[in-house]
């Protein structure tokens, strides 16, 4: 019998149109960018999955509880309420709130990590580890070794392999481990999920050696999903309870509420240490703001309130994961090479494979990005050795071996017929993958140089494609 088909559980109230640029004037766009596609202007896009960050729609009950923010500089309403979501859904005692994930990092490297410290996780992610690098520690990778190769069909990619944080802990000394910082999901290796057995060994090992836990909570919902879905044992357990059994391997989070909290800014540090917390409410209010608002407005706090409920709900998860796996699906069946299995918020092109004549000093993922965007108005996002950036100490760039761009799927935001039209575009130019041009970097910034960097193809005269 045929599979039946399931929708979106919801129906649109407001629409936004799009822009549909001509190629010419996609090309002036790009140029105008340094073919970086961070630096396209959003009226330029047609179909935006440069992030899934902070880019959600919102629901009505999102959008009211927007009009019954509380204002108050101190005691609002809106954090009360913005508090409890997370003591009730993640489970923690403490929270702060922060203007975004990178705020609560901020405050976690600050307090936790002093000179010469490691801070050992499963793969890095770019605010995360610069945080971690500005407070004297040092990233070390202890993610299983099949996280980086694209091909790789395992069902929690984002597992940490205990041998190696043991061996680190044997190597530096378990005083110079502040915490592990373990990310559900694994953004940087395609949105691939931890397992439940893996926090729970995670947790038992870190104990023995009095080592602290903290999640990178940024998209647990979407990894609570993939444990319901593989993992013996879950099948028939609601998100709300994988979620609260997930947050008791560890001791606090940091999250970005831009992505599984389904607003479109802010965030919290969470803990269930009370001398921590304490120390952090000092910290909150030098970077961030009283800690009944952290950087974020009364009505921020209580759309992120409603929103944590909204994103625990079964319907609204299995949803999005299944939209994300109809675009990758239907790559992965024209025999594009992605990032596999199809993780939680993104499609990984794996642009050393599409563009095998490409070096990776060429940038072979920036400049898939932007052939992309002169094909369809499609964004997507270079993850590959211009997001790394440069080793500390030598100053040579870092030469990750997933060279990826990454197309990553908003919350609520497109139709299954989106998909469809970048599908057909990605699809179309893998077959004409051979007039793709590598780039050369005009401006490198210092610090976090993807954002910010430019570019010129190096063919002169010629346009990427
Ligand atoms: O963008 P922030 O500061 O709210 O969150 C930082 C952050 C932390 N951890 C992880 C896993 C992230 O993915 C993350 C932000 N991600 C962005 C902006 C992204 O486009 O993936």
Known sequence: MKKRRTAEPYKIKAVEPLNMLSREEREQALKRAGYNTFLLDSEDVYI???????????????????????????????????????????????VLPTHQGRGAENLLSQLMIKEGDYIPG??????????????????????????????????????????????????????????????VTVNMAGGQPVSMANMREVYELCQRYGISVFYDATRCVENAYFIKEREE???????????????SYSDGCTMSGKKDALVNIGGFLAMNDEELYIRSRELVVVYEGMPTYGGMAGRDMEAMAQGIYEAADD??????????????????????????????????????????????????????????????????????????????????????????????????????????????????????????????????????????????????SKTLI
């Open 315 to 460: 319907h609204f998860i299995e949803h999005r994961i299944h939209q994300v796996r109809y675009l990758g699906d239907q790559l992965i069946e024209a025999g594009i090479p992605v990032v596999r299995p199809i993780g939680g918020h993104a499609i990984f092109l794996d642009a050393k494979a599409f563009l095998p004549h490409i070096p990776q000093d060429q940038f072979p993922a920036q400049a898939l990005a932007g052939a992309l965007y002169l094909d369809s108005g499609v964004r997507g996002m270079e993850r590959g050795i211009v997001s790394a950036g440069r080793n500390k100490e030598t100053g040579e760039n870092n030469k990750p071996k997933l060279e990826m761009v990454r197309l990553t799927i908003p919350r609520r935001v497109y139709t299954n017929n989106h998909m469809d039209v970048v599908a057909d575009s990605v699809i179309e130019l893998f077959e004409k993958r051979d007039q793709i041009t590598g780039l050369q970097m005009e401006y490198e910034p210092p610090t976090l140089r993807f954002f910010n960097a430019r570019f010129s193809p190096l063919v002169e």
């Open 233 to 247: 044992g879950y099948q028939d357990q609601s998100i709300r309870n994988i979620l609260k059994e997930m947050f």
């Open 122 to 183: 499963n793969m890095y992610f770019t605010t995360t580890r610069a945080h971690q690098e500005l407070n004297g520690g040092t990233f070390v990778d202890v993610i299983i070794d099949e996280a980086h190769d694209s091909s790789a069909e395992l069902d929690f990619k984002g597992d940490i392999d205990l041998t190696k944080l043991q061996k680190l802990i044997d190597d530096v000394g378990a005083e110079r481990i502040p915490y592990v910082c373990l990310a």
């Open 48 to 94: 935006d999955l440069l992030t899934d960050s902070g880019t959600s729609a919102m629901s009505d009950q999102q959008w009211g509880a927007l009009m019954v923010g509380d204002e108050a500089y101190a005691g609002s309403k809106s954090w009360y309420r913005l508090r409890d979501a997370v003591q009730e859904i993640y489970g923690y005692q403490y």
